[in-house]
Structure formats: C-alpha cells, structure tokens
C-alpha cells in the first residue's frame, strides 16, 4: 500500500472512531459547563470518562495532523516552508493532547 492510500485510510479510520466518541463528548458537555469544581473533579474520578476524552485529543488531533498535511502538501510549494509548517503541526499535534491528558490525571488524582 502506497503512502498517500495508507494516509486516506488513516484520516478515515480516525474520523470512525471519533464519531462515537463525540457523539459522548455531546451528551456529556452541558453538564461539564455548569459543573463547580468538585463536580469537574468528580467527573475525572471516572476513569471511563477520562480516558474516552483522551482518545478524543488524540485521535482529534492525529485526525488534523494528517489534514493539515495533506494541506500543506497541494497548498505550500516552498519545500522549506512546507516542512517547517509540517514540523510545527507535529509538534502542536503532540504537544497539546499530552498536556490535555496529563492535566486529566492531575484532576483525577
């Protein structure tokens, strides 16, 4: 399998996963809006909940990287341009779901 199919499937198989778990995320969001802090808490004692919204920022952002990149690929002709926004999406893509996710367990804890 060439690398622009194995690319496609990804991005498909990340927006397949995704959907069930936003699907949650939407029956769960009113309540996160008006929850107090204890209430936020006690909603990331449930080790359900914070590791559905883990995969949510990780399958959320692995799902942009590979849209951005293909972005980048038909929009940026600069070569040097291309690979630093490339290295920037990488990075953002990494950074922000860890810190997400850690900040999860920080409440949880």
Do not use: C
Request: charged share 10%.
């Amino acid at each position: 399998m060439n690398k622009v199919v194995s690319k496609w499937l990804m991005q498909r198989v990340a927006a397949v996963l995704l959907l069930p778990l936003l699907i949650w995320f939407l029956f769960h969001y009113d309540n996160l809006m008006t929850f107090s802090y204890n209430d936020a808490i006690n909603f990331f004692n449930n080790k359900l909940n914070t590791i559905f919204l883990s995969l949510i920022f990780i399958l959320a952002f692995f799902h942009m990287r590979i849209g951005m990149g293909e972005i980048f690929e038909d929009y940026i002709h600069n070569a040097a341009i291309k690979k630093l926004a490339s290295a920037f999406i990488l990075i953002i893509s990494l950074i922000i779901p860890l810190v997400a996710i850690t900040a999860m367990i920080i409440l949880s804890l």
